[in-house]
T-cell receptor
């Protein structure tokens, strides 16, 4: 069965500092990987996705993620965070097509301090 | 461009009462989903639909029913609410085929069962 692990429940970083959010997955085939962001009181919004090709993918709001098959990881990074990045971040894995569901991680809450 | 709209946004029920959450999307998406979000558990799929008139069970379907009489609408019903159904409910939609796992979410409906 597929699964996603986000080992950090809560991370606090200073504004302007770099950020890395961890995501590890278990999937029997080539995974389709996603990062979604949920701002307070809002629904989830797609940040970026990996289907194939270049293992470093760029997303919205200056985020990027790197797919490492050997480590079963898809970590999210940003070189310099802004106060508006405070949100909850969800990693997800799925087959990419058909009527199968995504499997979401439990989320990492990001707090930004001035 | 409304995207995915959920109503109501907030609701308080007493144990045993019934209610229906409405999800409407204006993107002509084939697939629609209902998730619940609970602290520390991420998003879990309740039911989903791959097209008008069809529904299927997700990971946590017990206590819920759904209907998709029109392509743009997906209703989630609770026949006899229980305190364990206190949660934030999210509706989402997606296209068919490759890219089906890229979801567009509504803003959520917060349900409290007393």
């Amino acid at each position: 069965a597929q699964s996603v692990t986000q080992p950090d429940i809560h991370i606090t970083v200073s504004e302007g500092a770099s950020l890395e959010l961890r995501c590890n997955y278990s999937y029997g085939a080539t995974p389709y990987l996603f990062w979604y962001v949920q701002s307070p009181g809002q629904g989830l919004q797609l940040l970026l996705k990996y289907f194939s090709g270049d293992t470093l993918v760029q997303g919205i709001k200056g985020f990027e993620a790197e797919f490492k098959r050997s480590q079963s990881s898809f970590n999210l990074r940003k070189p310099s965070v802004h106060w508006s990045d405070a949100a909850e971040y969800f990693c997800a894995v799925g087959p990419g097509f058909g009527n199968e569901k995504l499997t979401f991680g439990t989320g990492t809450r990001l707090t930004i301090i001035p | 461009n409304a995207g995915v709209t959920q109503t109501p946004k907030f609701r308080v029920l007493k144990t045993g009462q019934s209610m229906t959450l409405l999800c409407a999307q204006d993107m002509n998406h084939e697939y629609m989903y209902w998730y619940r979000q609970d602290p520390g558990m991420g998003l879990r799929l309740i039911h989903y639909s791959v097209g008008e008139g069809t529904t299927a069970k997700g990971e946590v379907p017990d206590g819920y029913n759904v209907s998709r009489l029109k392509k743009q609408n997906f209703l989630l019903g609770l026949e006899s609410a229980a305190p364990s159904q206190t949660s934030v409910y999210f509706c989402a939609s997606s296209v068919r085929g490759n890219g089906a796992n890229v979801l567009t979410f509504g803003a959520g409906s917060r349900l409290t069962v007393l």
